[in-house]
RNA sequence: GGCGACGUGGCCGAGUGGCUGAGGCAAAGGACUGCAAAUCCUUCCACAUGGGUUCGAUUCCCAUCGUCGCCUCCA
């Protein structure tokens, strides 16, 4: 099978070995799951029940950030305490996925449960030289990383010149370079605090991933996800430390989601443009809203509009029309995911098969559709 | 500013190096109806702009313009 690799910017082979070791990073669970989220994890559901259909397992990491500026300022606001907050979101996530028939992962880790694991993985990046400790908190040394913005292709000048623009941390007088990044740092006075060998505090953004992908999964990953707004800086300095760490590559093939719009602008909290899962299935079968995602291809941004759902809902009627006798038109599914998970031709080649009246139940299963 | 995505008829949205071009919605006309709705039939309307490559481009390349995104909150 072929996908698109960020790093590499190209459709290369994804010829991954039997067992596919796979970490997507998953949510801030301090609100509901919206459009935008299921269309990142679905994107990789499909990928995972092909790589399945091919004879792999997979073991899929995703991860849970219950440790987190957004999620404590949320709790803050509820007066709630902020593990409260996060296990009753974990639990609406968690629902939503199933309800689009989202494949189990084969582990949801929090990064609550991570703190000794980030422990010792900020010890292995002090020890091989790539961070210092500084002001109470710990930094990511980005001048021993010559390769840092291989992922985002940002260059290094490019990526000063930008945060002296923007301000802020560039001047933080404890940092020797302004891209270095925290690795822990200390707590404000109501956040958790965890003590450690250089001072209380808690884990800076990154971390967390690429200690559990590390629990988990081991020092070299096959596939690394999210959405494509984790590119820069999140997975470009998750890859950093990592390989810091280490001394092993971290992750084989970059794979991102591009992300969904409403209005005319992406989909996020501050403009309020958002459809959430639970609303939409309290009135459409999940099956046709997972088509209404998977219409679109993944790398692709794509636009929500009030058509989708009709549309799709009268595609799942159309397609379960057909017998149970099968068409012949899996083959072709399966030619069109391994195609850079081309989801759309995969919809396209079924709706031709249904209008003919054959069967399509195998064909739409391979997509997680269950007719 | 840097990087990236996109720009197809009123709207949404496929697709292709060659009689130019799915589908859906909307609209118009007709059939049907006591009148409508629904349904069915028919019709209308497009490949941002300028160059280049080519026998030929909407499709490939370059530039321009425009829209949008990312740039340490964000799937």
Not at 27 to 53: E, S, W
Not at 227 to 250: K, V
Not at 288 to 293: H, P, S, V, W
């Amino acid at each position: 099978m072929r996908l698109y690799d960020t790093a590499r910017q190209a459709v290369v082979p994804f010829e991954p070995g039997p067992q596919v070791l796979m970490y997507t990073c998953g949510i801030t669970p301090y609100d509901a799951t919206h459009l935008g989220h299921a269309a990142t994890f679905i994107a990789y559901d499909v990928l995972q029940r092909r790589l399945i259909d091919l004879g792999h397992s997979v073991k899929c990491v995703r991860n849970v950030t219950d440790v987190d500026d957004p999620l404590f300022a949320k709790a803050r606001e509820l007066g709630v305490h902020y593990l409260d907050l996060a296990a009753g979101e974990e639990a609406r996530f968690e629902r939503d996925m199933e309800a689009l028939h989202a494949l189990p992962v084969h582990s949801s880790p929090r990064a609550s449960s991570a703190i000794p694991d980030i422990r010792g993985f900020i010890g292995m990046v002090l020890d091989r030289g790539f961070a210092y400790e500084s002001g109470g908190s710990v930094y990511f040394d980005v001048s021993k990383f010559p390769s840092f913005g291989s992922v985002s292709h940002y260059s290094e000048s490019e990526m000063i010149a930008i945060a002296r623009e923007r301000g802020g941390k560039v001047d933080d007088p404890n940092k020797r370079h302004p891209l270095d990044f925290v690795l822990w740092h200390p707590s404000e006075p109501d956040e958790p605090s965890w003590d450690t060998m250089w001072g209380p505090g808690r884990p800076g953004w990154h971390i967390e991933c690429s200690a559990l992908a590390l629990r988990e999964l081991g020092t070299t990953i096959d596939l690394h996800g999210g959405g494509s707004d984790l590119i820069f800086p999140h997975h470009e300095c998750e890859r950093a430390q990592s390989e810091a760490a280490t001394g092993e590559p971290f992750v084989k093939h970059w794979m991102h989601v591009a992300m969904v719009y409403m209005n005319g602008h992406k989909m996020s909290k501050s403009l309020g443009n958002l459809v959430f899962v639970d609303a939409l299935r309290r009135e459409w079968d999940p099956r046709a809203i997972r088509l209404a995602i998977i219409e679109h291809h993944y790398r692709l941004e794509w636009e929500w509009d009030d058509t989708l759902m009709p549309r799709n809902k009268a595609r799942l009627e159309h397609w379960s029309r057909g017998g149970h006798g099968e068409s012949g038109v899996v083959d072709d599914v399966r030619a069109a995911l391994d195609d850079d998970l081309n989801t759309p031709a995969a919809l396209a080649l079924i709706d031709e098969a249904a209008a003919k009246g054959l069967g399509v139940h195998d064909a739409a299963a391979l997509l997680g559709v269950l007719l």
